[in-house]
């Protein structure tokens, strides 16, 4: 073979000899930038979602109990009415019928003690389930305020790469600055 090749350049050897001598261009950047923000909008929207379902958890929970606690009222009220009744016919009946109505009376009076206090127990779980729910839910407002900041950066950032308006791309770091700030905020401030 002679000593003049020849070697043709390829599209993409032009590029590449391109990016060598200028650096990455705007595009790279946006790409990368939208990347980036995706990926923590996937985190806050997974971290946000998990919070919610949790506090939905609890919610339920604390429905539950406090319809079991309605159940316990629902008790105590009928062994009242059944005190009552025991007392009455204590006062009604002959004197040598009247010696067995006090001793039940006594038991049904213990019976709705325990059940008073099961049922107030049970209205504290319910409170306490409800107080939880409340706080998993509270920090869920800033991480959905974080990820519609993030959506419209990368939004931004996309209208740059077509118009390479480099004002756009500083307009969608100010946006995702703001969803970093409140991801942050709903992360640490819960």
Not at 142 to 164: G, Y
């Amino acid at each position: 073979m002679s000593g003049h090749d020849v070697h043709a350049h390829g599209p993409h050897d032009d590029e590449v000899e391109h990016q060598a001598r200028h650096g990455p261009g705007l595009a790279q950047y946006v790409a990368i930038f939208t990347a980036l923000l995706a990926s923590l909008g996937a985190v806050v929207s997974y971290n946000a979602t998990t919070a919610s379902n949790e506090a939905m958890l609890y919610k339920h929970e604390a429905a539950l109990k406090k319809a079991e606690a309605s159940k316990q009222w629902i008790n105590y009220q009928s062994k009242s009415t059944e005190g009552y009744l025991m007392q009455a016919v204590a006062d009604l009946s002959a004197p040598a019928k009247a010696q067995n109505h006090p001793t039940q009376v006594e038991r049904i009076e213990e019976e709705k003690r325990e059940i008073e206090r099961q049922a107030e127990a049970l209205e504290e779980e319910s409170r306490r389930a409800d107080a939880e729910s409340e706080r998993l839910l509270y920090p869920s407002h800033r991480a959905d305020q974080a990820l519609t900041l993030i959506q419209v950066a990368i939004s931004l950032a996309s209208i740059t790469v077509l118009t390479r308006k480099k004002w756009l791309f500083a307009f969608a770091g100010i946006a995702a600055a703001g969803g970093v700030i409140l991801a942050g905020m709903s992360f640490f401030f819960a």
